[in-house]
């Protein structure tokens, strides 16, 4: 039978024109011929090229079908009804608090200064931060269900690199916004006009946005084995981590650069403005004076506070087993409580606010009355 696919080889020619040359070596040119002639069957390629397809494929579908299940709080059953209702309040005040922030940014004119339209940065910020976690929390609480998809994971991983990393460098503006209000007064207005204001708050969402790109794109080729269990009220992305059976040494690597400069520089140029604010005050002889300075930053400093502390406490302590179990508990400021808090400490410590907040209510009592 004739092999379909192959050159027809005439191997008496070839044996002919091998004697007259080396005559010795017929068989070994003959084999040689046959060899450097011979066609892999393309039955034999496409079925190769299927296969590696389907693992490809296979690969890529694993990780959209993977569902994970967030343990959250489950191991306190009969606190479900009370943990519903707390978080509830919580976010409700916090969505209620940062609007309200906004609302007064926006519509007051004695408000339209550098330092409250980044407060009103922030606060848009910690309203969507909020709004990432704990309405899946709160329905976790009411079906029972505390399922979530790889799809979900991602997207609620992204927003949250998006909006931390975001908070971080807008924590860091800030600080310089009063470091050059008050130890550069007559300079103020000229280094933080409109268009500087813009441009840095545009940086901060940049950063934010440009680490949860890199990030996710890590992310989603990566391969999870069982159990998808991941032991947190949300989709942090070290828990996340830990069910993946991919090699991570580069990711971690990568993780950990976008880590430093999304954290690092900003804490360096908070602390480092603080301390210049500081020995100014110290430096000024009146007391009424000093007691002013420091009230126009002391807010801020609580947020700082609070905001770092948490973040030091979950992600640079070293993890212990004691610690294991309170990083939920720690991962509580700096996701829900401190949305919360913010605009209630720059609205009871700050004076402008308040009396911003009595010309609104004034206002809207003028209007239905």
């Not at 509830?88 to 916090?94: D, E, H, K, Q, R």
């Not at 609620?156 to 971080?168: K, M, V």
């Not at 993946?244 to 040494?249: G, I, N, P, V």
């Amino acid at each position: 039978m004739k092999n379909q696919g192959r050159p027809q080889i005439d191997y008496q020619k070839t044996k002919t024109v091998a004697e007259r040359r080396h005559p010795g070596e017929t068989c070994t040119l003959k084999m040689e011929h046959e060899l450097n002639t011979s066609v892999i069957p393309p039955a034999f390629i496409l079925e190769k090229d299927h296969i590696s397809h389907q693992k490809a494929e296979t690969r890529g579908n694993q990780s959209s079908t993977t569902i994970f299940i967030l343990l959250g709080f489950g191991n306190l059953p009969e606190l479900q009804i009370l943990l519903f209702v707390l978080f509830l309040t919580n976010y409700a005040l916090s969505i209620v608090a940062n609007l309200l922030i906004i609302l007064l940014v926006a519509a007051d004119e004695h408000l339209h200064t550098p330092m409250y339209f980044f407060l009103m940065n922030l606060s848009t910020l910690e309203t969507c931060y909020i709004s990432n976690i704990l309405p899946r929390m709160l329905a976790s609480f009411l079906t029972g269900d505390s399922s979530i998809s790889f799809g979900g994971c991602v997207t609620q991983w992204c927003f949250f690199l998006l909006f931390a990393s975001t908070e971080c460098y807008l924590l860091a503006i800030m600080s310089y916004d009063r470091y050059l209000a008050i130890c550069k007064p007559l300079h103020y207005m000229l280094l933080m006009n409109g268009r500087r204001c813009l441009q840095l708050a545009s940086m901060s969402w940049m950063s934010g946005l440009l680490t949860c790109t890199i990030i996710t794109y890590f992310i989603v080729q990566l391969t999870f084995c069982g159990p998808y269990e991941i032991d947190h009220f949300f989709c942090d992305l070290y828990a996340v981590l830990n069910l993946s059976c991919s090699d991570l040494s580069v990711f971690r690597i990568v993780a950990f650069v976008l880590a430093f400069l999304a954290t690092v520089p900003p804490f360096t140029l908070t602390l480092v403005s603080y301390l210049c604010i500081i020995l100014t005050i110290l430096r000024m002889k009146s007391k009424a004076a000093q007691q002013k300075a420091f009230s126009t930053c002391s807010s801020h400093l609580i947020v700082v506070i609070l905001f770092y502390g948490s973040l030091f406490m979950v992600y640079v302590v070293p993890e212990t087993e004691k610690l294991r179990e309170l990083n939920k508990t720690f991962s509580l400021f700096y996701t829900v409580l401190t949305p919360m808090l913010n605009p209630l400490i720059y609205s009871l410590r700050n004076r402008e606010v308040k009396e911003a907040l009595y010309r609104l209510a004034r206002k809207f009592h003028n209007i239905i009355s």
